[in-house]
């Protein structure tokens, strides 16, 4: 028996799980910014234990500096994280000797000043316990607005200074929400917290992918009854619509560069892959098939595109040489797999794959061909890799609600950010800083 493929963006009411996700009604009112809490399940298979003293004066402050950097540490799964047994700021001298006896190998310790304009003065500095030598100290003058933003930074900088990486504390995620009839267009931190709503619509928001430089967001919504390729500058709110031919435009995708898009449209019939200019104009088509082309995806140097086609017979991920050459196919596990995300090395490819009745994140190392399953949920979808390469984020669905989930390329250590209680998926992790 053939497998019927369909486009997952083709119709804001596809069946759930016959190509991605389908927008289930949710019957909790969503707040205008959401609070997460994070559950971190798992243990990573080298954890650095790490103390982190309270910040001195930072009970004044709305959220203490100190807790965001233990749960920003803690989320990585690179980190065991610990309170300090006593009071310790920037200026203080530690014992290394007394600190590795307790089993720590790194200590972080800082304070918190309000100036008389209002800003903050955080201060912090980072001990390496092993080599009995200070590795970071830092002072940062910021507004009381950026204090959460300053406090991933610290943990950035941590994570650089002990791992050698970038963390990616200081990033940004987005993702749908689905609440009643409401659908919501999220922006939030790495964590979840400090959440801004970019778009809200009585009609279903789905695709978000992020533009190189993280200003700006595609993404397709219903709102004109049918699918239709936006763009949004977050810093100024303006959109504008990129693709809004005959039939449905959907799954958009930002070339490495910023230059196109690519994208999925049914303009000349059945669904196929096409790039248009950033700024809009002709598209170009990249495929001629008589299959259902979908879901692209750019590799990272931009020399190809991975999709999901069922020209096979069933869903399966090609990648396309833009350079010339026809598609390749690139997964054979499994008769079902769908939803391509390339890390940034180029080096792995994530996905779902259905397996019996339940869909999985899986891995492929492009190299060597190995596969990896990564969860035990049974309805996983949407997988996007944090900037660094080491974590991914994925939407699953948990006691009858969708959730957002993070987990380490092993699969080892996940977190899950937990809401209010409304429906998250389609999660997207945004690029570093620039």
Known sequence: ????????????????????????????????????????????????????????????????VSGIVG???????????????????????????????RGVDAVVAGSVTRMADGRLDIRFTLWDIVKGEQLVAQSKLVLAADLRLTAHRIADA????????????????????????????????ADGEG???????????????????????????????????WVQDLITGSRRKLADFRGSNSAP????????????????????????????????RLTSSSAIDTEPVYAPDGRSIFFVSDRGGGPQVYRLPLDGGGPQR???????NISPAVSPD?????????????????TLDLAAGGVRTLTDTRD???????????????????????????????????TRLVSSGADMREPAWGPFER
Request: aromatic share 8%; glycine share 8%.
């Open 1 to 64: 028996m053939n497998t019927v493929l369909e486009d997952r963006s083709s119709s804001p009411a596809w069946p759930r799980r016959r190509f991605l996700t389908a927008l289930a009604a949710a019957g909790t009112a969503f707040p205008a910014a959401a609070q997460f809490r994070v559950d971190v399940s798992g243990v990573g298979a080298r954890q650095i234990p790490i103390a982190i003293a309270p910040f001195r004066d930072e009970g004044a402050l709305p959220t203490p």
């Open 71 to 101: 749960a920003d540490l803690a989320r990585s799964g690179m980190f065991r994280v610990a309170g300090s047994p006593v009071a310790l700021d920037e200026r203080s001298v530690v014992a290394a000797a007394d600190w590795r006896a």
């Open 158 to 189: 941590i994570h650089e200074a002990l791992t050698g990486e970038r963390g990616v504390n200081a990033t940004r995620i987005v993702y749908v929400v689905k609440a009643g009839k409401r659908y919501t267009l999220n922006v939030t931190d």
């Open 195 to 229: 959440g801004q709503i970019a778009l809200a619509s009585p009609e279903p928001i789905i695709s978000p992918a992020w533009s190189p430089d993280g200003r700006e967001l595609a993404y397709v919504s219903f709102e004109t009854q049918k699918a239709v390729v």
């Open 253 to 284: 995708a930002w070339s490495p560069d910023g230059r196109e898009l690519a994208m999925t449209l049914t303009r000349d019939g059945i669904s196929q892959l096409y790039a248009m200019p950033r700024a809009g104009g002709t598209p170009r």
């Open 330 to 336: 690139v997964t054979f596990t499994g008769g079902y």
């Open 346 to 362: 180029g080096k792995l490819l994530a996905y779902i794959s259905r397996q019996g009745d339940a869909f999985k994140l899986m």
């Open 380 to 414: 996983d979808e949407s997988p996007s890799f944090a900037p660094n390469g080491k974590l991914i984020v994925y939407a699953t669905r948990q006691q009858g609600r969708d959730v957002l989930m993070t987990t380490t390329l092993d699969g080892s250590f996940k």
